[in-house]
Nanobody
Framework: QVQLVESGGGSVQAGGSLRLSCAASGRTFSSYNMAWYRQPPGKERELVATISSTDTTYYADSVKGRFTISRDNAKNTVYLQMNSLTPEDTAVYYC???????????WGQGTQVTVSS
């Protein structure tokens, strides 16, 4: 069982930055592919970025060049650095983990990000 706890959300003005963190329980964090998703108000949850166990990253077009996903295996933590935020980035952001070779996803409880114009 993996528990994920997100933090770092909040309110910021357009053009600002936030850094989200997701701390995972367990001792095999390096064996998990990690991802950030978000769910804007009234919309479906969407993929934001992923990072594999080998640090390969992927970004949705909407955040490419503005967001950076990274991980620190020693701290069992994945980060999402968000720069040049716009009101369209307003959403609840969720952390997801998936052990290599499996299809089961673990989810965090989410953290709210609100960007005002």
């Amino acid at each position: 069982q993996v528990q994920l706890v997100e933090s770092g959300g909040g309110s910021v003005q357009a053009g600002g930055s936030l850094r989200l963190s997701c701390a995972a329980s367990g001792r095999t964090f390096s064996s998990y592919n990690m991802a950030w998703y978000r769910q804007p108000p009234g919309k479906e949850r969407e993929l934001v970025a992923t990072i594999s166990s080998t640090d390969t990253t992927y970004y949705a077009d909407s955040v490419k060049g503005r967001f950076t996903i990274s991980r620190d295996n020693a701290k069992n933590t994945v980060y999402l650095q968000m720069n040049s935020l716009t009101p369209e980035d307003t959403a609840v952001y969720y952390c997801r983990s998936r052990r290599i070779g499996t299809t089961y996803n673990y989810w965090g409880q989410g953290t709210q990000v609100t960007v005002s114009s």
